[in-house]
């Protein structure tokens, strides 16, 4: 089966993609392109759906760069390959030939690119870094490469979406203490559970931050398991792990 990856228009100018589940060499859970180390998935398999990505955007193995994940609100500019990946959930290059990745299971992953400044950023925006300002510190961090924060782009590739993603009332009262204007992101679920909607807020952010050029692809990763990988699914499905899809963007 060959990559299955998704792009937009909006990102057009530049080599993208995010990617789905399809066209790699994993097998069972992780059925195909896991490219997350921290699943249990073998180590060499994920090396060889890593290099089928930077190879589809034009790179090798090498060129492609990630993070070490932790839902944290720091982004960090890239101008070489590192040796071990720091701690971070965004990065951001001017660098021609890196191919910036990121990798989610729910969780918003966000591309940014100015075209003028040609400038590249990708960002892993959970509820936690979202809410912490992980694609504000994406934007100032592209500011720091000579961005324009007029001119960049950004979409949100496949997430949870909000019929999907029920939450505490606990959950809203720490949105409630931290942004009080994100209220209205949250609708009634079932007794006292409630639904967040991760994408309206990450796009309330953005544009709140300056970002005009902002949107979702539409595609929700719990709903669709043929393409792609959904963390909640698997907690619900009682599986013992999950894969990890990766979004990446290149010069």
């Not at 796009?203 to 929700?220: E, N, P, Y």
């Amino acid at each position: 089966m060959s990559l299955d990856y998704i792009t937009t228009d909006a990102l057009a100018a530049f080599r993208h993609g995010f990617f789905t589940r399809n066209g790699g060499a994993s097998s069972g859970i992780f059925t195909s392109l896991n490219c997350g180390y921290g699943a249990s998935d073998q180590r060499e398999t994920v090396m060889i759906n890593r290099a089928r990505v930077a190879k589809a955007l034009g790179g090798d193995s090498r060129s492609l760069v990630t993070v070490y994940q932790t839902h944290s609100a720091r982004a960090v500019a890239v101008e070489a390959p590192f040796d071990t990946p720091p701690e971070a959930d965004a990065l951001v290059t001017a660098t021609p030939g890196l191919v910036l990745g990121i990798l989610t299971a729910d969780c918003q992953p966000v591309l940014f690119a100015d075209p003028e400044a040609r400038v590249i950023g990708a960002a892993h925006a959970g509820w936690k870094g979202a809410l912490g300002g992980v694609l504000e510190a994406t934007i100032a961090a592209m500011e720091s490469l000579g961005a324009s924060r007029g001119a960049i782009r950004a979409s949100i590739g496949p997430s949870i979406s909000q019929r999907a993603y029920e939450v505490g009332p606990e959950f809203r009262d720490q949105f409630r203490t931290e942004d009080p204007d994100s209220l209205r992101f949250f609708s009634d679920g079932q007794r006292d559970r409630l639904l967040f909607d991760l994408v309206g807020y990450g796009l309330h952010r953005l544009r709140q931050a300056g970002i005009q050029r902002a949107h979702w692809t539409g595609h929700c990763t719990y709903s669709d398991p043929d393409r792609f990988y959904s963390y909640r699914r698997s907690t619900h499905l009682k599986e013992v792990d999950y894969g990890r899809l990766i979004s990446a963007i290149t010069l």
